[in-house]
Nanobody, 119 residues
Framework: QVQLVESGGGLVQAGGSLRLSCAASGSIFSINYMGWYRQAPGKQRELVAVINSGRTNYADSVKGRCTISRDNAKNTVLLQMNSLQPEDTAVYYC??????????????WGQGTQVTVSS
């Protein structure tokens, strides 16, 4: 099987920074996209940032404040978040499009990590 394990969430004051990390492990043959989504209370899950083959895509709300990076050798993805605001408060989910051995590509999700930004 495949697991995505996140770390790095927490409580931070407005204007502060956090770095989220996610490591994929298991029977992984190949990974296309890796990235981060978030879900605030009462809202739908939304894209934060994704990366594939060096190409990145960010939500307009985080452009200029967040940087996504990836270590392909370690199957990890990082999200550096700066100038955090209370509206960034959400559960952040790691996402990866993974092909397991003998299978086709499918989506995998982490368990989520809470990010809370106080004003």
């Amino acid at each position: 099987q495949v697991q995505l394990v996140e770390s790095g969430g927490g409580l931070v004051q407005a204007g502060g920074s956090l770095r989220l990390s996610c490591a994929a492990s298991g029977s992984i043959f190949s990974i296309n996209y890796m990235g981060w989504y978030r879900q605030a209370p009462g809202k739908q899950r939304e894209l934060v940032a994704v990366i594939n083959s060096g190409r990145t895509n960010y939500a307009d709300s985080v452009k200029g404040r967040c940087t996504i990076s990836r270590d392909n050798a370690k199957n990890t993805v990082l999200l550096q978040m700066n100038s955090l605001q209370p509206e960034d408060t959400a559960v952040y989910y790691c996402y990866a499009e993974i092909r397991m051995y003998g299978s086709t590509f499918r989506d995998f999700w982490g368990q989520g990590t809470q990010v809370t930004v106080s004003s």
